[in-house]
């Protein structure tokens, strides 16, 4: 990523900074890393980030569509070329009709890339939590790989 000038910045909610830590914990993070927003309530997922209202009013904040405007919002938000984001139930209780474990990590990147991963995760809330960032992280190098796959193609002219 570094390499190729590219930039990330993160949305989380369930996960309330543990992607955003994770990322800081490897030196030389600040060549890459823009910064994050923990939308941890509705609103801030709508105000800040731009998630559609009717969205989160129909669906709730537990949902792909939600992940997927996090990660492209983050992206707009704070100026990076790749946002990650991550949304869900960690526990004790259920959200929006969603159970326990109902997660949703989504990756956007330039050029419209992007994917949404629905998670059905076990355990406690801190192994929902930590098994989320893992998650969301390896979404994010797959998409990484698919694009840097895609722009060697281009420049060898489609072979």
Known sequence: MAGRGETLAVAESLTGGLVAAELTSVPGASRVFRGSVTAYTTELKRD???????????????????ARQMAA????????????ATTGVAGPDGQDGKPVGTVFVAVAGPGGTGNVAPLRLNGDRAVIRMESVRRVLTLLFGELIENARAQDTEQNGGN
């Open 73 to 84: 919002g983050v992206r707009r938000v704070l100026g990076a070329g790749w946002g990650i």
């Open 48 to 66: 800040v980030l731009g998630v559609d209202g009717a969205l989160l009013e129909q669906h709730g904040a537990v949902d792909p569509e939600v």
